[in-house]
């Protein structure tokens, strides 16, 4: 360990020399909810001597008080250093600790178990080299460590420790310990984990975590220390594609100007061509200067300055690579999302996209499919809600320069923000569409195939259930009729506007709106009339077949006629709301004098005056729009849906 070298005493510069040249590696802890993760972090401090003297007789006193093991030690309150989770027993933040021993610098992130707290978990997750996975001996493999072990996949850790803690209260059991193995290992197979190990341990009593446990002599394997130390993560690291994202334009004094930012991947030397992107601009790198003097090479994931031989343009955001090796750009991009809100992802919504150093504005086009974490298989979904994962299209406003996250870490990860909240809603991890025949991890290879599969004989052909479940509702047509200007259309605009802003997929058909179109060449005969209605409940069948709400706006004046429409859109999903307005109210709204025409004779066959309209005996609603604001209306038709089951309240 780190404080038994002999150079603290002797040579505190040589020390410090050695100190600084260790390799850090940053570790997660995560599993479900009571698992000892932050147990196991203490047991982890307090075995290897990292804990100062007046933090450790706090954590003895507070153990009496607040501990969760009858007032004996409790190593969990050396990372539980929020008030609620002393007092709840649980970790709710990330909590980050450092130690280091002889061989090796740690960066640990205890991360909450709890469902509700899966965002934490996969911030604490973006940066590890190593996650270790707890697993409560009692329990076995639950559904927060399948969630978990799933975000690891998706974000890339490729060196993965299935810690099996609480060994002690199965005492021992070497076939508790197999049959756990054995689940893990069954559902694992599609994640991409291709380093894993097991580990039986008690972080409690200290057994298999720093020092072998004499109460496993059946496990020949490592302790979680010596993996920890020996673990080899020097090939993860990206060395082949130099991406460097500008952050600062350092413009001290007219004789220097450089480009600021941390090296994402691969290697600059002097001497080197670079192209800077957008611009596509290509020039020589002059110096490479850092607060340590100049270097003469330079790597990920280094914080450095570059002098450029030419004057060229570029800004916070831009990103310097090589000429022969650029990433891809694009303006929509295929990703992998980790929805982190309470809110509901709406597909449309527009939000700050963060990718690298550039911050733009974007929304998310389309939800392909959400993925069941206890099972792996995808499944059409219409929105995403809090913790879930699902494969999406991002549409953005601006092209970004971007790598396939499994190649680059930086490149490929994008964050999006509310726009009015400023709240972190969702981390997404861009996908490579090019395969060009390497490899897919198994889960993808599932969910490719499961794409496949959905398609039927016919091409393009999508069935009733795709529809449901993408848009989040069942298809309709709300019929609104009543006398011409007694509000028909613009209650409809603003249920269409309210169904959209919740995300559903709606469209108004308008008598007048389809008059000056498909049937621009009918008149106003009660046949040219009912000719007019059939052509839009055809119309309205296929927006219903393709799994949108209809919202139609038609005076529709006789009760025949509508029952026609009802067959033809098909009465299950048939709703008529009568629009009922007194006469003289129309009369006053008429502000195309529609009204004074018909008085006048010019205007034959005008439902109300020189024809019948024959009010709905028993329509699904009624509107007294003379009564009710048109706020009151639209909420009323929503209701109505809901209602009906045609939308979720």
Known sequence: MSHKSDLISTDIDAYL?????????????????DDGKSTLIGRLLFDSKMLYEDELAKIEADSKTQGAVGGAFDPALATDGLKEEREQGITIDVAYRYFSTAKRKFIIADTPGHEQYTRNMATGASSADLAVILIDARHGVMTQTRRHSFIVSLLGIRHVIIAINKMDLVDFDEAVYDKICQDYKAFSQRLDLPDLHFIPLSALNGDNV?????????YNGSTLMDRLESVYIGSDRNLQDFRMPVQWVNRPNLDFRGFCGTISSGI??????????????????????????????AFAPLSVTLTLEDEVDAS?????????NVPATSDAVEAMIVWMSEQPMVPGKTYIVKQSAQMITGSIESLRYRIDVNTLHSSPAPQLNLNEIG?????????????????????GAVILIDRLTNETVAAAMILDRSTGGKKLAAWEEEMASDDASDQSTELGAVTAEEHEARYGQKPATVLLTGLTSSGKTTIARAVERKLFDSGRAVMVLDGEQVRRGLSKDLGFTSEERSENLRRSAHLANILNESGMI?????????????????GVVGRERFLTVHVDAPLELCRERDSRGQYAEADAGRLKDFSGVTAPYEAPESPDLVLKSGEQSIEQCADAVISLLAEKGFIRS
């Open 17 to 33: 020399k050695q100190h600084e040249q260790k390799q850090l590696l940053r570790f997660i802890t995560c599993g479900s909810v």
């Open 210 to 218: 720093v020092d072998r446990s004499e109460n496993t002599p059946w």
């Open 268 to 297: 600059v030397r002097q001497g080197d061509e670079v192209m800077l992107l957008p611009s596509r601009k290509t020039t020589k790198v002059k110096e490479i200067v850092t607060a340590d003097g100049n270097l003469e090479e």
């Open 316 to 324: 916070r955001g831009d990103m310097v690579v090589k000429p022969g």
């Open 391 to 411: 494969r999406c299209r991002l549409s953005l406003n601006e092209s970004i320069c971007f790598d396939p996250y499994k190649s680059n870490r930086s490149t």
């Open 550 to 566: 209809c919202i139609a706006a038609f005076v529709a004046p006789n009760a025949n006629v509508r029952d026609k429409v009802a």
